[in-house]
């Protein structure tokens, strides 16, 4: 079983739109939780990190379920700009916090 | 600018030779340095941990001869793919976590790599 599972899409959207990515992790042990966006050909960039209680930048939401195993994020008012893949990450545990696990990310075109 | 930098970005090698990515941390000591591989349309993998001044811890399934890292100082990491296959043709990237802690971690520009 893959440390992170996330939703395949793609998702296609227009301009204004709401959109909610999906993603599970299989170790319990993980400690952190983070969005990335990578671009075509580009290495990953931090969206946002993820919180127990939930937490908003802007018009990305994520939210963060424990007990689940579960995590998500939302983008509100889609944007040109917001196109790209998104990608699920979670630490591998332990005391390496550095050690992440990408799901296989989920790509999103917001078209005009 | 830049955390972290990789170098080469690009890199075109016959098949059977090897060749050498470099990863520094600019401005900052990474004791730990990490690095991942990506085929297209596929998500980043781990490869392996680079331990400053100790051997790589390596992912299941990821051959430690085949993939040598060296961390010789604390700005510097190296992965050397040895004898490469157009197989391990793949988008190879590192990142590194300052101190301040785990929300602080930047990648490379990562290096794309054929092997004809």
């Known amino acids: 079983r893959k440390e992170v599972e996330q939703d395949p899409g793609p998702f296609n959207v227009p301009e204004g739109a709401t959109v909610a990515f999906n993603c599970t992790y299989s170790?319990?042990?993980?400690?952190?939780f983070f969005w990335y966006r990578q671009d075509c050909r580009k290495e990953p960039k931090l969206l946002m990190s993820v919180y127990s209680s939930g937490n908003e930048d802007g018009r990305f939401t994520a939210q963060l379920n424990r007990a689940s195993q579960y995590i998500s994020l939302l983008i509100r008012d889609s944007k040109l700009s917001d196109s790209a893949t998104y990608l699920c990450?979670?630490?591998?545990?332990?005391?390496?916090?550095?050690?992440?696990?990408f799901g296989r990310g989920t790509q999103l075109t917001v078209w005009p | 600018g830049a955390v972290v930098s990789q170098h080469p970005s690009w890199v075109i090698c016959k098949s059977g030779t090897s060749v050498k990515i470099e990863c520094r941390s600019l401005?900052?000591?990474?004791?730990?340095m990490f690095w991942y591989r990506q085929f297209p349309k596929q998500s980043l993998m781990l490869m392996a941990t680079?331990?400053?001044?100790?051997?790589?811890?390596?992912e299941q399934g990821v051959e430690k001869d085949k993939f040598l890292i060296n961390h010789a100082s604390l700005t510097l990491s190296t992965l050397t793919v040895t004898s490469a296959h157009p197989e391990d043709s793949s988008f190879y990237i590192c990142?590194?976590?300052?101190?301040?802690?785990?929300?602080?971690?930047?990648f490379g520009e990562g290096s794309w790599l054929t092997v004809v």
């Open positions: 401005d900052f000591q990474a004791t730990t």
């Open positions: 990450v979670v630490n591998g545990g332990g005391s390496t916090l550095g050690r992440l696990y």
């Open positions: 680079s331990n400053e001044g100790s051997k790589a811890t390596y």
């Open positions: 170790n319990s042990a993980s400690q952190s």
């Open positions: 990142s590194a976590q300052l101190p301040q802690g785990v929300n602080t971690i930047y």
